[in-house]
């Protein structure tokens, strides 16, 4: 029989992902924009048809604007036509003022 084996150190300390986000400037930056991303989104959702909401998610939010993203052309045609109510619910709310982009994502793999 052979002795048992001896305890094993305890791992790597974790931590939470948005406490390690929040570490690095790039990373933090990133996370920030990603909360302000989802927050606009939840600004707009009432403006938003009931039939679009559950297509529409949040792309990405840069410099140069905002990106909405939507399954198909025909979600993001009507969507297009949204843009304008979307725009002044963004506004209502306080949100600096930015381009916002109508995407497709197939789920192609």
Not at 68 to 81: I, S, W
Not at 83 to 108: F, N
Request: hydrophobic content about 40%; glycine content about 4%; aromatic content about 2%.
């Amino acid at each position: 029989m052979s002795a048992p084996s001896p305890p094993r150190p305890p791992g790597p300390a974790t931590r939470p992902i948005h406490e390690a986000l929040s570490a690095n400037s790039t990373l933090a930056d990133l996370l920030q924009r990603m909360q302000e991303a989802q927050a606009r989104l939840a600004s707009v959702r009432q403006a938003l048809p009931a039939a679009l909401r559950p297509h529409v998610r949040t792309g990405v939010l840069d410099d140069t604007g905002w990106n909405l993203v939507v399954p198909n052309g025909a979600v993001a045609a009507k969507l297009r036509q949204c843009l304008p109510q979307i725009e002044q619910a963004l506004a209502d709310e306080g949100w600096k003022p930015t381009a916002v982009r109508v995407k497709v994502q197939s789920d192609r793999t």
